[in-house]
């Protein structure tokens, strides 16, 4: 059976998957798009070689009995209306992050899945699907460094846009941390700090950059996360965990060392389509085989999405406060037990 795909979306990461779901993965096929902006999905689709209609109505596409599932890969605030109606429409959905942009949205994601009975949401968390990060992961579950006490970890980008702010640090970038770090560690976040260092001459007049979130979980490990969007030199994912007796670093991603004119060089990278390639391939042939089974077994639910959301909220009141702010996670429902 090939899944019918209809993407909302068709910007820079809706472009990269309607690639992938047509020339690289297996089972699916990109049959429908909207965008805001007609022109920018029309084009997607002549230059990616893809039969696909182009809704002007994002609901008439939702609804289409032509489509099957859902790719909803547009801005961020967006989100919670198209997933909400896929649900409602009864069809499996690829939420790209954040599921909403607030917990009460993602809340609202959870309760309708729950209503329906059955799951029907994967959020674009793509990174516990990241060999390097299932390399640390298992490093961690074997054992070999002993307890984790204590992380550093840094995202940093070479650049962001005019339209990036400063809670745009939390909830578009550090989201990615709050979602892997609670899967890498087993454990669920209790507190959250933001202290700014001095800013970079790079960042514009609404944007502090860098930022340095502290975590707590609830097993009293110590997170400390450098977001630095401006960075200039590449696009740098860093996570040290160290144990009680040692440390484990996160894999670098695969480069050539050169040895050449009394210097040892590797390349970073400087694009993120790039670090996370392989990793959003696997993602989207879980969604492809989840939703076609109609049974998800793999990937971000609307829990961990909901999960990442709590605990951004009171990142972004600790920027605005700058005290140490209580992060409370309610139990998870048993739908959600994997
Ligand atoms: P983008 O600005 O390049 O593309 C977004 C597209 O959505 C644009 O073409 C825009 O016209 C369209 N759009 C906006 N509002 C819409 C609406 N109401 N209806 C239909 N289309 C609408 O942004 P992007 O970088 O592709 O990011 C899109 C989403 O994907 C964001 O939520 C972002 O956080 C997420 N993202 C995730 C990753 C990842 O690593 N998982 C990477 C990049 C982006
Ligand atoms: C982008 O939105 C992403 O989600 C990337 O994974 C992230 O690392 C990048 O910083 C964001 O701009």
């Known amino acids: 059976m090939t899944l019918r795909i209809g993407v909302i979306g068709t910007g820079a990461i809706g472009q990269e998957h309607i690639e992938r779901l047509s020339h690289k993965l297996i089972g699916a096929q990109v049959v429908a798009v909207n965008d805001i902006h007609e022109e920018t999905a029309k084009a997607a689709v002549a230059r990616l ?4 209609k182009f809704y002007a109505d994002p609901h008439a596409l939702i609804k289409s009995d032509d489509v099957d599932a859902l790719v909803v890969t547009s801005w961020g605030p967006t989100h919670e209306e198209f ?78 846009g005019e339209s990036y702010t400063t809670p745009m640090a939390i909830v578009d970038t550090l989201i990615h941390e709050l979602d892997v770090l609670r899967w890498l560690l087993d454990d669920d976040y209790v507190s959250a700090r933001v202290i700014y260092p001095r800013k970079t001459s790079k960042a514009s007049n609404h944007l502090a950059d860098p930022q340095v979130v502290i975590l707590e979980t609830a097993k009293g490990i110590v997170i400390n996360t450098q977001i630095f969007v401006n960075c ?18 996160l894999p670098e991603p695969n480069q050539v060392t050169i040895r050449k004119n009394a210097h040892v060089q590797r390349g970073i990278l400087m694009d993120w389509k790039k670090r996370f390639i392989e990793a959003y391939d696997v993602e989207l042939q879980a969604f492809i085989n989840n939703a076609t089974s109609g049974n998800f077994t793999s990937g971000a639910s609307a829990w961990d999405g909901y999960a990442a959301a709590v605990a951004a909220d009171a990142c972004v009141k600790a920027q605005q406060t700058g005290n140490i702010e209580p992060i409370v996670m309610p139990a998870m429902p048993i739908f959600y037990n994997k």
């Open 49 to 52: 070689g893809i039969q696909a």
């Open 83 to 160: 997933v909400l109606a896929s649900i409602a429409a009864g069809k499996p959905v690829f939420c790209e992050k954040p599921l909403a942009v607030t917990a009460q949205g993602c809340k609202n994601i959870v309760d309708a899945e729950i209503k329906h009975g059955k799951r029907l949401v994967q959020v674009g968390f793509m990174r516990p699907f990241d060999l390097t990060y299932r390399q640390l992961k298992a490093t961690l579950d074997n054992g070999e460094i002993g307890q984790p006490l204590l992380l550093n970890c840094k995202h940093f980008n070479p650049e962001v």
């Open 232 to 249: 200039q030199y590449g696009y740098d994912i860093q996570c040290e965990v160290v144990g009680e007796q040692g440390i484990a670093y």
